[in-house]
């Protein structure tokens, strides 16, 4: 699918306004490919068109790109590398720790950072809850993990002095918003439109007071 694959992508990050160097697409499609290969054994995504995952795997995952903070970030509950491997392969400057807590997931992502050589990628198994890193994050973000009030617990202890909650979510989450804590604040909530994408999606970012 390779070539098919590449102008959908180059045309659909523009739409998203990152313009992706020729080799940092190839290796998107590439990541697809691994995907599709490791999916029939490991079950690891339910969307297998390449058309769709062009879309929702690659540049759903890109359109968080702009709304990272800092250089240290970390994708909790990543499962197959969503959003972690495209916004890693997008920004090379930043250091990506991608969590999952199920080891066929996190055996993927080992499998994939060391054939595409990633080398700002860093794989954790844990749960998050378990999770303690040796230095904290600019960056939390996740998609498809849990519901925003669950996720800003989960981020706590994660973030470093300063640090944002980037959760990606489809329709505007006015419950979840309304159900945060007042110890957290709502910074941003825009609502994104993801090329080929026909769902609705929204990115918050959220903070500690
Ligand atoms: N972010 C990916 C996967 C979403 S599915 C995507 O958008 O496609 C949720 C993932 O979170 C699963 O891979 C599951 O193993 C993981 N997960 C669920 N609860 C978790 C927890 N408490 N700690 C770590 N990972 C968790």
Redesign the pocket.
């Known amino acids: 699918m390779s070539a098919d694959a590449l102008a959908p992508l180059l045309d659909g990050a523009k739409q998203l306004g990152i313009i992706l160097p020729g080799n940092r697409a190839g290796q998107m499609i590439d990541y697809l490919e691994l995907l599709g290969q490791w999916n029939r054994a490991y079950n690891l995504?339910a969307v297998t068109d390449p058309g769709q995952q062009i879309s929702y795997h690659l540049l759903d995952s890109l359109s968080a790109l702009s709304r990272l903070h800092g250089t240290r970030i970390v994708?909790?509950?990543?499962?197959?590398g969503?959003?972690g491997i495209p916004l890693a392969i997008a920004d090379p400057d930043r250091k990506f720790t991608l969590?999952?807590?199920?080891a066929k997931?996190t055996r993927f992502l080992g499998h994939v950072t060391r054939t595409l050589g990633l080398g700002n990628v860093e794989i954790v198994t844990?749960?998050?809850?378990d999770y303690r890193p040796p230095t904290r994050f600019d960056t939390v973000v996740?998609?498809?993990?849990a519901a925003l009030p669950e996720l800003a617990t989960?981020s706590e202890g994660l973030l470093a002095p300063g640090g944002i909650l980037l959760a990606m979510k489809g329709r505007e989450p006015v419950d979840e918003m309304r159900e945060l804590t007042e110890a957290w604040r709502i910074r941003e909530l825009q609502r994104v439109d993801v090329p080929g994408l026909k769902a609705q999606r929204h990115l918050v970012v959220i903070a500690k007071n």
């Open positions: 995504t994708d909790i509950g990543t499962g197959a969503l959003p969590v999952d807590a199920t997931k844990t749960r998050v809850e996740a998609r498809a993990l989960l």
